[in-house]
């Protein structure tokens, strides 16, 4: 609350003042800001317990950070990568990279939604797996993956039902351009389930992490970047130039962001003996699946008949999962009590 507080006043005035780079100063000394006063907290409780020492933690933090920089080399690499292969293949390389990230923006929603699991998550795997409690460990991690299969669901299947009213009501000078339109509406629900992969993965590689298992986290992300890079080499410039290189684009991405997951589920069952349910799984898939059939047998087009089919699909995916016992009412009672704490 702290460092999301000094973040907005000194962005904020910084770029009142100082324009872009006052804006990217203020956020820079949000971070340092937040950082010194986290060494003086923890600092202040030193004395409750023995010390503990410095240079584990900190190659631990160099490891956690090189993480990092690996998964925001996985969030971003699609779009720039995208750029030069379009530009290589003759393609408006600018305008198609552009459009791309139109689409990213809304793909990029799930694993959004998701980034407060993975705060979660780590304490809990941290204590268990210190304190050797392996029946403890194997229930917070197949709980978590249980809950964020249904909300990373919960956000992608809205996009994916009916993408070009999202593009329609989000993008409008863009969606009436036939090409894009046609093209971005198909490339959405791919790049989605990719992210939706990459939002789970996250999640595994925060249990890794919290275990102290840093080199898993690493290749795992990796093992996405590089193949999703490879893929990229072979559609994207097989595509014809222009909007259908954006489909292309998608299906190398979230080729990379699936296979990514897949090994780190095996791995996850290797280390902890824990995997999503499978009967959670069967259940979320079907309430998926009619959802998105619904939208795509519905009628209505424009906007308005748009935007009402979207709202339906979520209701329906939601509705879904409580008839076939999925989202039960333990779990309603878990998120009115989190909802009444907000």
Not at 241 to 265: D, Y
Request: hydrophobic share 55%.
């Amino acid at each position: 609350m702290t460092f999301s507080t000094a973040k907005t006043f000194l962005l904020l005035g910084g770029a009142f003042f100082f324009g872009v780079k006052g804006a990217v100063t203020g956020f820079t000394l949000a971070a340092a800001f937040i950082l010194l006063t986290a060494v003086q907290v923890i600092g202040r409780g030193a004395s409750v317990g023995p010390r503990f020492p410095l240079a584990r933690l900190g190659r631990f933090m160099v490891g956690v950070g090189v993480y990092n920089g690996l998964l925001n080399v996985a969030l971003l690499y699609d779009q720039p990568l995208l750029h030069h292969l379009a530009a290589a293949s003759g393609g408006d390389a600018p305008v198609v990279a552009g459009l791309y990230q139109a689409i990213r923006s809304l793909a990029l929603l799930p694993y959004q939604a998701l980034i407060v699991v993975t705060f979660v998550i780590f304490p809990l795997v941290s204590r268990a797996t210190f304190a050797e409690d392996q029946a403890a460990t194997r229930a917070y991690v197949t709980q978590t993956l249980r809950y964020a299969l249904m909300l990373s669901l919960a956000m992608a299947v809205p996009l994916a039902a009916r993408p070009s009213a999202i593009f329609h009501l989000i993008y409008s000078s863009l969606a009436n351009q036939p090409s894009f339109g046609e093209q971005g509406a198909r490339a959405l629900p791919i790049l989605v389930a990719g992210e939706c992969c990459l939002a789970l993965l996250s999640i595994a590689c925060a249990i890794f992490n919290a275990a102290g298992q840093v080199l898993t986290a690493w290749i795992l992300m990796a093992l996405t970047v590089a193949v999703g890079i490879g893929a990229a080499y072979v559609l994207v410039p097989a595509a014809p130039a222009g909007s259908a290189q954006l489909v292309a684009a998608a299906t190398a991405t979230s080729l990379g962001m699936g296979t990514g997951l897949l090994v780190g589920i095996v791995v996850l069952y290797q280390r902890f003996r824990a995997k999503p349910p499978l009967g959670t799984l069967a259940r979320v898939t079907v309430a998926a699946v009619a959802a998105v059939g619904l939208a795509r047998v519905l009628p209505g087009q424009g906007r308005i008949a748009g935007m009402a089919v979207t709202i339906l699909v979520a209701l329906v995916f939601l509705g879904a999962l409580i008839a076939l016992g999925e989202f039960g009412p333990a779990d309603r009672a878990k998120f009115r009590k989190i909802l009444r704490r907000s």
